[in-house]
């Protein structure tokens, strides 16, 4: 398993276990049954993330979602940077290294969730 797969599994089991992060997705979700990101890295390949509106809260799979709300392509120690606050987003974007095709506005409650998510973790 990889990083980024071993950081998501650590991210899905925080949703699973604190109501607070569970009522975080629901507003995310709002009034549509899920929402998906897909992540495309030239190490794993391409997966995806289902947000859902109730329990499992979050699932992830392999291969490539035909419609995903948002996709980021880069390397994943920069996906696993920016999702662990050690890399700026802006900056990725500025010097080419992600990709962000669909819906970015996306990016600010996955990145409200995983805050959350590290938070309580320490």
């Given at each position: 398993?990889?990083?980024?797969?071993?950081?998501?599994?650590?991210?899905?089991?925080?949703?699973?276990?604190?109501?607070?992060?569970?009522?975080?997705?629901?507003?995310w979700?709002?009034?549509?049954?899920?929402?998906?990101?897909?992540?495309?890295?030239?190490d794993?390949?391409?997966?995806?993330?289902?947000?859902?509106?109730k329990?499992?809260?979050?699932s992830?799979?392999?291969?490539?979602?035909?419609?995903?709300?948002?996709?980021?392509?880069?390397k994943?120690?920069?996906?696993l940077?920016?999702?662990?606050?050690?890399?700026?987003?802006?900056?990725?974007?500025?010097?080419?290294?992600?990709?962000?095709?669909?819906n970015?506005?996306?990016?600010?409650?996955?990145?409200?969730?995983?805050?959350?998510?590290?938070?309580?973790?320490?």
């Amino acid at each position: 398993m990889s990083q980024l797969q071993q950081f998501f599994e650590f991210l899905m089991s925080k949703v699973k276990e604190k109501e607070d992060l569970q009522n975080q997705v629901k507003a995310w979700v709002g009034r549509y049954d899920g929402k998906i990101l897909q992540v495309v890295t030239p190490d794993d390949g391409a997966q995806y993330i289902i947000m859902h509106k109730k329990a499992p809260w979050m699932s992830l799979h392999e291969g490539s979602y035909p419609s995903p709300d948002v996709t980021y392509k880069a390397k994943s120690e920069i996906l696993l940077g920016i999702f662990t606050g050690e890399v700026k987003f802006k900056d990725t974007m500025k010097n080419g290294s992600l990709e962000v095709i669909g819906n970015a506005h996306e990016s600010d409650p996955l990145a409200n969730l995983i805050l959350q998510a590290m938070m309580g973790a320490i």
